[in-house]
């Protein structure tokens, strides 16, 4: 697929650092034992992704609930959101 395929707001996804990588290292089975150390790797790759911030907003605005995205865990996404949902909305100056 190239870029001209990519369905509309997803070209960010050509520049992903995970594009080559299997996408089943970034949906470990368990956060204990060797899942845990497979979301490390997982993480890893998305700590050097000059898009992880773009990847992190597609899993929260569109549910995604299993996997690594954006550098956090299902778990650490959950509480993120829950985190960002209960901080004050800014004030218009």
Same mark, same amino acid.
């Given at each position: 697929m190239n870029k001209s395929?990519?369905?509309?707001?997803l070209e960010w996804v050509h520049d992903a650092a +995970?594009?080559?990588?299997?996408?089943e290292l970034f949906f470990p089975v368990s956060d204990?034992?060797?899942?845990? %150390?497979?979301?490390?790797?997982?993480?890893?790759?998305?700590?050097r992704c000059p898009v992880r911030?773009? +990847?992190l907003s597609y899993a929260l605005d569109?549910?995604?609930?299993?996997g690594v995205f954006g550098g956090l865990t %299902?778990?650490?996404?959950?509480e993120f959101a829950?985190?960002?949902?209960?901080e004050p909305a800014p004030r218009a100056a």
């Open positions: 395929d990519q369905p509309q707001g +995970c594009r080559d990588e299997d996408p204990m034992g060797p899942g845990s %150390q497979q979301a490390a790797q997982a993480k890893a790759v998305c700590a911030d773009r +990847c569109n549910g995604l609930d299993f %299902q778990e650490e996404r959950r829950r985190r960002r949902r209960s």
